[in-house]
């Protein structure tokens, strides 16, 4: 009687702690990302999305290391530009369901614009 119900409940704790990243195999820059956050695998600690400027696409996934910053392991997120036989990129590391998402850039930043204009106007007059 027992057992069923340690079962139930060691699933549900997984299932509320475990990490969802964007999880995106091949993107084209040019596309506005919509993946939705998916549940990561046991042993996920990080988010990590891997850009390529040079082709134009990126990568999102899962990662079961901690960030890295310049070789030195357990670092804070962050995002480090690259560049190699040609081809220059980025790679982002971060912690936090969703945390690899697309910025929501389009509403805010018109809004954000708007008031701003709208405030040097009022300076001017």
Same mark, same amino acid.
């Given at each position: &009687?027992?057992? @069923?119900?340690?079962?139930?409940?060691?699933?549900?704790?997984?299932?509320?702690?475990?990490?969802?990243?964007?999880?995106? @195999?091949?993107? /084209?820059? +040019?596309? @506005?990302?919509?993946?939705?956050?998916?549940?990561? %695998?046991?042993?996920?600690?990080?988010?990590?999305?891997?850009?390529? =400027?040079?082709?134009?696409?990126?990568?999102?996934? #899962?990662?079961? &290391?901690?960030?890295?910053? /310049? %070789?030195?392991?357990?670092?804070? !997120?962050?995002?480090? /530009?690259?560049? !190699?036989? %040609?081809?220059? %990129? !980025?790679?982002? #590391?971060?912690?936090?369901?969703?945390?690899?998402? +697309? @910025?929501?850039?389009?509403?805010?930043?018109?809004?954000?614009?708007?008031?701003? =204009?709208?405030?040097? &106007?009022?300076? &001017?007059?």
């Amino acid at each position: &009687m027992l057992r @069923p119900i340690f079962i139930t409940l060691a699933i549900a704790v997984y299932t509320a702690f475990a990490l969802q990243c964007h999880v995106v @195999p091949a993107g /084209n820059l +040019s596309v @506005p990302d919509t993946s939705q956050r998916q549940e990561c %695998g046991i042993g996920s600690l990080t988010c990590v999305k891997v850009v390529d =400027f040079t082709r134009g696409t990126y990568t999102k996934q #899962c990662q079961t &290391m901690n960030c890295t910053l /310049n %070789g030195m392991q357990n670092a804070a !997120a962050n995002c480090q /530009n690259s560049s !190699a036989f %040609g081809v220059n %990129g !980025a790679t982002c #590391c971060c912690y936090g369901d969703g945390c690899n998402s +697309s @910025p929501k850039t389009g509403i805010v930043s018109a809004v954000g614009i708007t008031l701003g =204009f709208i405030s040097l &106007m009022k300076i &001017m007059t």
